[in-house]
């Protein structure tokens, strides 16, 4: 378990180097270590491990599309379909498949804030149409971090940064 552990550790490390981003990169960084090194979590070993894996799993993901886009012209926002999303199956344990609008918000959560549980992306995109916020295009235009009152504070946070990040890159 303890080799199964250092090797997870290790995966993650790697694919949190891959991140382009600094501030996504730092805050993965300080995500990673706090998980692997809490000795208070109310949830189990294997718990902690599903969730790592998941964790993991979703770097890698983005990663390929990153990859990916370098590769191929990436489209705009306003030409999101619903076979350019990724599988919601993550975000689905009702059964129900979630509308258009749920999953690209669901989609668009996960990329600002990767490390997000599936119960918090369920709610944040849930809270965000509700206010009105039903597109990538109004999301990325009009959401202040007023806005995000509903949300847990560090996700809060690490959303505003990643916001920060995107208004920084559109400067350049």
Request: with cysteine.
């Amino acid at each position: 378990t303890r080799l199964s552990i250092s090797n997870l550790y290790k995966r993650c490390m790697q694919s949190v180097k891959r991140i382009p981003s600094e501030n996504h990169r730092l805050t993965y960084l300080v995500y990673i270590r706090g998980a692997f090194r809490s000795t208070t979590s109310p949830y189990t070993l294997t718990e902690r491990m599903k969730d790592a894996e998941e964790q993991l799993k979703r770097m890698n993901y983005y990663h390929s599309l990153r990859d990916q886009n370098k590769k191929q012209p990436s489209p705009s926002t306003t030409n999101v379909t619903i076979k350019d999303r990724p599988s919601q199956t993550d975000l689905i344990e009702t059964g129900e498949t979630p509308s258009n609008e749920t999953a690209i918000m669901n989609d668009w959560i996960l990329k600002a804030v990767p490390f997000l549980n599936t119960k918090d992306v369920r709610l944040y995109a849930q809270h965000l149409i509700k206010d009105g916020f039903d597109s990538v295009e109004i999301v990325e235009q009009e959401l202040a971090p007023d806005d995000l009152d509903f949300m847990k504070k560090a996700h809060k946070r690490a959303l505003v940064r990643y916001l920060k990040g995107r208004e920084d890159q559109a400067a350049s």
